[in-house]
């Protein structure tokens, strides 16, 4: 098995008020790895020629790359600081199986991401917050193939039409700071 990957990313905060900034920025990141795995198997009636398992030999090269771009604004009055941003996402995989072409994996997802937070401190150092943020979890490359992946006593198998699972976040907190 062989990989690498590289990735880059750009972020900038500007002040647009005394009590507040916007921040922007973009990334991304590629990888590509090689898998061959190969079994042998003992030819029925011989003692010593063993040929390749066509079902366990496995062949494949993965690339997968990202691209995130996403834009954040906060304001400060008083006692409260109020957060909003909004992040995207394109994730794009391309599956390999040079031994069996019919379970290949070509699949892009674009996602938008919001969150909101607030919070609020009082001069006795009471911290409340409130934030929402939701998530998304896209299914893997591997996860889509229909291809046997066949380990030492069962296999496994994708599904190529799993979906993306949303979450929405929501969180809450209180914090009291002592100065003692």
Do not use: C
Not at 115 to 127: I, P, Q
């Amino acid at each position: 098995s062989v990989s690498y990957s590289f990735d880059a990313g750009l972020d900038y905060t500007i002040p647009y008020h005394e009590n507040g900034e916007i921040s922007v920025g973009v990334s991304g990141e590629y990888g590509n790895s090689t898998s061959l795995t190969r079994y042998d198997t003992l030819v029925r009636g011989t003692e010593s020629l063993f040929v390749t398992d066509s079902l366990r030999f496995y062949d494949a090269n993965t690339r997968e790359g990202d691209f995130d771009a996403y834009v954040t604004i906060e304001h400060r009055f008083g006692g409260f600081t109020i957060k909003g941003g909004l992040r995207s996402q394109y994730i794009h995989y391309d599956l390999n199986i040079h031994n069996s072409p019919a379970d290949n994996v070509v699949k892009g997802y674009w996602s938008l991401y919001p969150s909101l937070h607030l919070s609020y401190r009082t001069k006795s150092m009471h911290n409340f917050k409130l934030s929402y943020t939701r998530r998304v979890r896209n299914p893997s490359a591997s996860q889509l193939t229909t291809y046997r992946n066949y380990s030492e006593d069962s296999f496994s198998v994708g599904n190529p039409y799993l979906l993306p699972t949303y979450t929405h976040s929501v969180d809450a907190g209180w914090t009291k700071f002592f100065q003692k």
